[in-house]
């Protein structure tokens, strides 16, 4: 199909909601389908609820089928125009897009004030996909979502270079201690108070300011949200035993690395009171950490491609251990996996950052 413009193909639910087409062939389109339909009983457990019989999950299935068939156009042109995909991924969307969307509905319902959801997850892992597309599926089922990064919350460029002075090591933003607090508990506590009519002054980072450095920007407006979608890279990450350290993982091998790892989990604790205002936490969470530096390297490759300067793979490389250095994924994101007490869902993205299980820690 081409990509620059993208024809809406015919319904691809209108054959299997035909009660007449029983029968399907490996070659069929249909198939794929069918298959992920029958298949959904045993491997989306985590959307369904712990008691549901037959006749519920049943009802659930129908429903998402209705939610694919409205959301459909929308999520085509998105997928199309703005991500030069050829058309919908069937299974991403099946699996992962709309049973979340429908789960996140069911929650806010249930809350009866706006719900903040915390997305924890690296560079690679489809944390921008997930709020785009999940926007447009919410606003078939009457929600409004804002998506909002901690990295709307660092601190001005002024601040953030009165802070490199006091610590040379902050290089990047982005590590612990280069955020205002503050300022995001404000905003997420004003997100769910606020009256429907209440305009909200969301904040906003321009990365491209000060030849990168970045700067705060005019804040966005906001009415009427009803499903906060607040990612980033360590949302919902908590200090850990400093003993740790002693035997890190690489790249923390020297005693200034350690001390750097040291100082960076201490500039957590300020962070918690944030992360107690997640109403839920979901981790997007590649097979393996390092694929993070292979995404960073595709990216910059890309950026290359259009004309754009990008990193060079030494440059790339300082920069992604960097952060590995300030808070270890192994340390700090891998124990989360596990966490049924502080997070509501698991999704493994493997090398093509499709998802290869969801399912809740245990």
Known sequence: MDTANPSLPADPLQYYLNDQVSTSTDTDPLNSWRQLVLDSQRYDQWCFPANADQSLIER???QRLSLFRASYPSLHQFCCYQLGWPTVPLEIAWRLWLPLAMVLNDE??????????????GQGTGKTTLGAVLSLILEQLGQRVCVFSIDDLYKTYGDRCALQKRDPRLIWRGPPGTHDVALGIDILRDFKSADPDTVLAVPR???????????RTTPEQMTGVTIVLFDGWFVGVRPVEPAVFDYAPDPIITDSDRAFARDCNQRLHPYLPL????DRLMVLYPTHYQLSQQWRREAEQMMKASGHDGMSDAEIEQFVTYFWRSLHPELFITPLLQDNKRVNLVVKIDANHCPTRIYHPK
């Open 60 to 62: 659930s299935l129908h």
């Open 108 to 121: 806010q319902k249930l809350l009866g004030r706006p719900l903040i959801q915390g997305v924890l997850g």
């Open 205 to 215: 980072f321009d990365k491209s300011a000060y030849r990168g450095m970045g700067d």
């Open 275 to 278: 992360w107690d205002e997640l």
